[in-house]
């Protein structure tokens, strides 16, 4: 199962590697990142594979919805299959 990992609000140093850091904790494997700046915004989607983590999805999702909290961003966790429904033309 993959994940859809969205990542927006003020940059700072070090967002990359907490949202990475809080995915390798419980064995959520990073496919895919792409990201940018614009002025003071940071802009984030990740591809992670979540077939080996250690916890319900639903409490992976809180967690990195947790960790954007401390670091002043919006996190937001979605299932791959949820994400390609919602854009299927």
């Given at each position: 199962?993959?994940?859809?990992?969205?990542?927006?609000?003020?940059?700072s140093?070090?967002?990359?590697a907490?949202?990475?850091?809080?995915?390798?904790?419980?064995?959520?494997?990073?496919?895919?990142?792409?990201?940018?700046?614009?002025?003071?915004?940071?802009?984030?989607?990740?591809?992670?594979?979540?077939?080996?983590?250690?916890?319900?999805?639903?409490?992976?999702?809180?967690?990195?919805?947790?960790?954007?909290?401390?670091?002043?961003?919006?996190?937001?966790?979605?299932?791959?299959?949820?994400?390609?429904?919602?854009?299927?033309?």
């Amino acid at each position: 199962m993959k994940a859809v990992i969205t990542v927006l609000g003020k940059d700072s140093v070090g967002i990359l590697a907490k949202v990475s850091a809080a995915c390798a904790e419980h064995g959520v494997n990073i496919m895919d990142v792409t990201q940018s700046v614009m002025q003071d915004m940071f802009a984030m989607i990740m591809l992670a594979d979540t077939k080996a983590c250690d916890i319900p999805f639903a409490e992976l999702a809180k967690n990195l919805e947790n960790a954007g909290e401390t670091m002043g961003v919006k996190v937001h966790v979605m299932h791959e299959d949820i994400f390609n429904s919602m854009h299927r033309i």
